[in-house]
């Protein structure tokens, strides 16, 4: 038996209905479509823009950068600070393009909002260096303060890191001014400053990509708690040391003044019986007065110069035998009637060898120490000794001259 006509009249009617209703879900469909359409195509059009205003400004970003590094690197030394090592970056075109455009961000004016496009890490020796550049840079700088931060303090007990201090910098009004630096009056800079064990961890963070303690698994959780304290232990025993070797100098400079030198022979109380006693500024003077020229290191390499040669002047005193200050000052005094002569003789025969020797006070005092010990020197001892000077012959000539 057939359907009725009243069942007919009633699948007619839901079967338009059904027809209606999904003609409204194409709709529907069909307007957010489009509606994502056009908001795709509004996004990538200000994509585009962004991409070509930043293409064109990079350049001067460029400039601000490698500009920013060395007046860093200037500031630094003046006040006497030296750190490991300073890293410099621009952001390229598809960093910037790729967090302009990352989830979670919405930038009004990328260009103006985002503050890392010009980065620089300055890696420091210990956390108290840290502190000190971070006061020299808030000095130097104006400081963004809404957008810097120092990531340590503000770790939580559940996170692992060992994280730096980030200042977002402009140019100070009187710098700014300057026609050298008008073009980057604009621009904003990172800087980031962490000590060269931070910077190993982060390193080596960036492998894991753990971030809390509830992402890591449970195997794992202690023994990268235990690296990370022994990281944060290592800088600040570092920091002790450092201050531990400070202390050390001073209490050898107290003992010199007072003329106690019998105590050990180190870099430490060499430097601190040289500042004493201007010992070495005293023979370069004569050195100088025999003909030897007068030596002016280049800007910020005197320190390095007189490092590097005291520690050859150590190795010098160890070679023959000598052990103490108060020996180190026995030396000097056997041969101080002598010495001028012997500087002499050295500049002579210098000049028949087309040189002419520089007055570098360890160098020169390091002379006189071979000629005061040279019973206990042979041609082979010597010639190791001062193998990459340029005086070894010389040198050579006065100490064991021909019969």
Same mark, same amino acid.
């Not at 006509?5 to 027809?19: F, H, N, T, V």
């Not at 890191?161 to 700014?176: C, F, N, P």
């Not at 500042?275 to 007068?294: D, I, L, N, P």
């Given at each position: 038996m057939g359907?009725?006509?009243?069942?007919?009249?009633?699948?007619?009617?839901?079967?338009?209905?059904?027809?209606a209703r999904i003609a409204a879900l194409r709709s529907s469909l069909e307007n957010e479509r489009e509606s994502y359409d056009s908001t795709l195509a509004i996004e990538t059009e200000l994509i585009d823009t962004w991409r070509e205003q930043y293409q064109e400004l990079r350049p001067t970003c460029q400039e601000f950068t490698y500009k920013l590094r060395q007046l860093l690197s200037d500031i630094l030394r003046n006040r006497g600070l030296e750190p490991s090592q300073i890293e410099m970056r621009t952001k390229t075109v598809e960093s910037f393009v790729e967090k302009a455009r990352r989830d979670g961000k919405r930038y009004c004016d990328p260009i103006k909002d985002i503050t890392d496009l010009i980065g620089l890490r300055i890696i420091a020796y210990d956390k108290e260096e840290v502190d000190s550049i971070g006061d020299l840079i808030e000095e130097e #700088?104006?400081?963004?303060?809404?957008?810097?931060?120092?990531?340590?303090?503000?770790?939580?007990?559940?996170? #692992?890191?060992?994280?730096?201090?980030?200042?977002?910098?402009?140019?100070?009004?009187?710098?700014?001014?300057?026609? /050298?630096?008008?073009? #980057?009056?604009?621009?904003?800079?990172?800087?980031?400053?962490?000590?060269?064990?931070?910077?190993a961890w982060a390193a080596i963070d960036h492998r894991f990509r753990y971030k809390t303690t509830t992402e890591i698994p449970t195997h794992l959780r202690r023994k990268l708690f235990r690296l990370s304290a022994l990281l944060e232990l290592a800088d600040e025993e570092f920091l002790n040391l450092k201050r531990l070797k400070e202390q050390a100098a001073r209490d050898y400079a107290t003992q010199v003044e007072a003329g106690e030198l019998d105590m050990e022979l180190n870099l430490t109380s060499l430097a601190a019986y040289?500042?004493?006693?201007?010992?070495?500024?005293?023979?370069?003077?004569?050195?100088?007065?025999?003909? #030897?020229?007068?030596?002016?290191?280049?800007?910020?390499?005197? /320190?390095?110069?007189?490092?590097?040669s005291r520690r050859r002047l150590l190795q010098i005193l160890r070679a023959m035998e000598i052990t103490s200050l108060e020996e180190v000052a026995d030396s000097l005094e056997r041969i101080h009637d002598e010495g001028k002569d012997v500087l002499a003789k050295v500049c002579e025969s210098a000049g028949n060898h087309g040189l002419t020797p520089l007055a570098i006070p360890y160098v020169v005092v390091g002379i006189l120490i071979l000629y005061a010990c040279k019973e206990n020197l042979t041609k082979s001892l010597l010639r190791e000794l001062i193998a990459k000077s340029p005086l070894i012959k010389p040198i050579e000539e006065v100490l064991f001259p021909k019969k």
């Open positions: 359907p009725t006509k009243r069942q007919s009249s009633d699948r007619e009617q839901l079967a338009k209905k059904r027809a #700088f104006t400081i963004d303060y809404d957008h810097s931060a120092d990531k340590s303090r503000t770790l939580e007990l559940d996170r #692992f890191g060992y994280l730096s201090i980030h200042y977002v910098v402009r140019l100070k009004d009187e710098r700014a001014k300057l026609t /050298e630096w008008q073009a #980057f009056a604009p621009l904003r800079a990172e800087i980031q400053i962490r000590t060269v064990l931070q910077h040289f500042s004493q006693t201007k010992e070495h500024e005293y023979w370069a003077k004569v050195s100088r007065s025999v003909g #030897f020229k007068a030596y002016s290191p280049p800007s910020g390499l005197d /320190e390095e110069v007189q490092d590097i």
